[in-house]
C-alpha cells in the first residue's frame, strides 16, 4: 500500500491514506491495515466492514477538501463519551457488530506547480529552487529550445498550458524580460492558476499592464497580476529576483492559497433509519420500500431488523440522532 501511494504520489494525483491505528474485536479491520481513499470514493486496500468503510469514505472527502487529517472513532454510541478527545471525529456505529475502530486519516495532496514562462537566467532558478521544496515544476517558451532543463525540468515550447493542470495549486511566473510579456501574461490569465507574476521593473510592469488594458483586457483579469513579482528587494541579481519569488510564493502559501483541497464527487446521501449511518444513494446496495417509500440500509443486518419491525425504527430518531447518553 506505501508503494502504490508513494506512486499516486509522484503522479500527482490526490489521495487519503487511512490506517487503522487502534482496534477492538469483533472487527474485520486490524491493526495497521491500510487502504487509499480517492476523490471519487474509490477505494484500495481494507479497512474494515459493510458499516466502516463508507464512513470513512465520507469523512476521508472531507479530509480532500480541507487538506487536514484526523483521528476517527468509530463505535458504539454508548462509548463514545469515553473516546472523546480534542480532534477525534466520533461516529457512532449501531450496526451488528461490537467491535471498534480507530482510523487515521491522512490527506495526500498535489504539492503546488510553479510555471515559468521565458529563457532568462531567473526561470531556470526559479524552477530548480521550487523542484528543492518538493513542488512541481515547468518551463514554458514561446521559442524553440530544449526539451528539458539541465536538471530534468519539463520545457514546453509555445503558450498553450493544455495538460498542465494548471489551476488554483499553480502559480504562473512570466519572465520574458520583454520578448513577448504581453502575449505570455494573457495566457497565464486564461488559466485557473492561483498566482500570477510579471518580472519586470515597476515602469515596465506597468506599460505591459496598460497595453493590456488599452486592448480590451477586463480590469478585474488584471488585478490578479503581481507586479512586479516577488518580495520587493531593491535591485537583485537575477538569482535573487528567483529567490525572492519563491519566498512570496512560500508566505502564499503558508496563508493557505496555492493548497486549496480537492472537490470530490457530490454524493447524494440517506439515513439507514435503524443506525443512522448515511448511506451512498447511488451505490447501496440493501434497500427496501415501506409503505410507500424507500428505505436505503449500510448492511444487511439493518435492512432486517427494520423489515421485522419497521414501526420501532419509524417512531423514534435512528442511533446516530440521538445524544450518546
Do not use: N
Amino acid at each position: 500500500m506505501l508503494a502504490l501511494a508513494a506512486d499516486t504520489r509522484r503522479r500527482g494525483d490526490a489521495f487519503v491514506l487511512a490506517t487503522v491505528v487502534w482496534r477492538r474485536g469483533p472487527s474485520s479491520g486490524k491493526q495497521g491495515y491500510k487502504a487509499l481513499v480517492f476523490p471519487d470514493g474509490a477505494v484500495v486496500g481494507w479497512l474494515g466492514g459493510a458499516c466502516a468503510e463508507p464512513t470513512v469514505v465520507r469523512e476521508a472527502k472531507q479530509a480532500l477538501q480541507d487538506g487536514r487529517p484526523r483521528l476517527m472513532f468509530l463505535g458504539p454510541a454508548d462509548e463514545l463519551d469515553g473516546r472523546f478527545r480534542e480532534g477525534v471525529v466520533l461516529v457512532p456505529m449501531a450496526c451488528e457488530s461490537e467491535g471498534a475502530l480507530e482510523v487515521y486519516l491522512e490527506p495526500v495532496l498535489p504539492p503546488p506547480h510553479v510555471v515559468v514562462i521565458g529563457r532568462s537566467p531567473a526561470v531556470g532558478t526559479l524552477a530548480s529552487l521550487a523542484r528543492v521544496l518538493g513542488w512541481r515544476a515547468t518551463i514554458v517558451d514561446d521559442e524553440d529550445g530544449p526539451a528539458h532543463h539541465p536538471e530534468g525540468i519539463p520545457v514546453r515550447t509555445g503558450l498553450d498550458f493544455t495538460g498542465l493542470d494548471v489551476g488554483p495549486r499553480a502559480a504562473v511566473v512570466v519572465a520574458t524580460q520583454g520578448h513577448y510579456d504581453e502575449q505570455a501574461v494573457v495566457a497565464a490569465l486564461a488559466t485557473d492558476a492561483g498566482y500570477v507574476g510579471l518580472v519586470a521593473s515597476r515602469r515596465r510592469a506597468e506599460a505591459v499592464l496598460g497595453d493590456l488594458r488599452d486592448r480590451g483586457t477586463a480590469p478585474e483579469a488584471l488585478q490578479r497580476v503581481r507586479a512586479p513579482a516577488g518580495l520587493d528587494l531593491g535591485e537583485i541579481e537575477h538569482h535573487e529576483i528567483a529567490l525572492a519569488i519563491l519566498a512570496e510564493l512560500v508566505s502564499r502559501k503558508a496563508a493557505g492559497e496555492l493548497r486549496s483541497g480537492v472537490t470530490p464527487r457530490p454524493v447524494e446521501v440517506a439515513i439507514d433509519p435503524v443506525c443512522g449511518m448515511e448511506v451512498d444513494v447511488a451505490t447501496a446496495r440493501h434497500r427496501t420500500e415501506h409503505a410507500g417509500t424507500d428505505y436505503l440500509f449500510c448492511a444487511a443486518g439493518c435492512q432486517r431488523h427494520f423489515e421485522a419491525d419497521p414501526a420501532k425504527f419509524l417512531a423514534e430518531p435512528p442511533p446516530g440522532d440521538r445524544s450518546p447518553g
